[in-house]
């Protein structure tokens, strides 16, 4: 079996008292998107820079890439977005994206003709000879994409990567981070916007107060207690819903909420809503939202903090 992307058995991060990671274990598949989600101050960019040494952990046990984390040859293989990237105003889109591969030591002929393609993909070949100052907010964000993928890295670390760009420039965005998945790379989307992180990513984990709150595929955090809902054709009548009431079922005008192990969990209760004359014109799979999950997970660690 393929060994993860990026595998943490254990990392903590401590400023003086203050402890801004606190023992995260984390796994991330390779050729995955994931994504890491919290709020603001959660952690989330220190645990990113820690994991490429920008930031040294006060404790780190764990492998990047199969090596362990912070070894300088595998670090060769990494891409990188920072939250809020600045480069000079006076170098233009392709020289950032030229001095970005001079500093990952991409050979200068391969560097010219990455920089040409990763222009075009990004969406920038127009615009590349323009300087940096010139730029709207998502043509910067574009010009840093290409230059994090200017040395072809295995693995791709984006910090915010839609933070302040307008609607348009967040579907763009979008489909260059799942291009990053279909040519095999793997995608580490730092985020606190949980709608952009939903629509491309395969896992990802919350994190809140420097802990990971949950981890998991998109599937298995939102698909809890198997609830179904049924909806009737008319409201449930007033025998009918004091008899499923009674037996703890949630019932409002034509809706009636059921946990079942199944679809099939539910055949019963639909047979005896037909008996009863009942006509029903839906049944449905009920999800919680990534939003859902995430505000529990925030709260559940809130809790815990302040006991």
Known sequence: MEAAAVEIEHLSKRYGRFEALREVALSVPRGSVFGLLGPNGAGKSTLVKSLLTIVRP???????????IGHRRTLAKVGYLPEHARFPEYLTGRQIVGFTAGLAKVP????????????????????????????????????????????????????????????????????????????????????????????????????????????GTLESLTRRDNRYEIRTLGPVPAEVRAELEGDGLEVAGDRIASTAADAKGVQQLIDRLRSRGVVIREMKELRFTLEEVFLKAVQSVGKEESR
Not at 58 to 68: A, F, K, P, Q, V
Not at 143 to 163: K, M, R, Y
């Open 58 to 68: 006060t404790e780190c046990r764990g492998t990047l890439l199969g090596e362990r």
């Open 108 to 215: 200068a002929k391969q560097a010219k003709r990455r920089a040409e393609e990763l222009l075009e993909t990004v969406g920038m070949k127009d615009w590349a000879d323009r300087k940096n100052g010139t730029y709207s907010k998502g043509m910067r964000q574009r010009v840093g994409l290409a230059q994090a993928l200017v040395n072809d890295p295995e693995i791709v670390f984006l910090d915010e990567p839609t933070d302040g760009v307008d609607p348009g420039g967040r579907i763009e965005i979008r489909k260059i981070i799942e291009r990053m998945r279909e040519e095999g790379r793997t995608v580490f989307v730092n985020s606190h916007l949980l709608g952009e992180v939903e629509q491309v990513a395969d896992e990802v984990a919350i994190m809140a107060h420097g802990r990971i709150a949950e981890s």
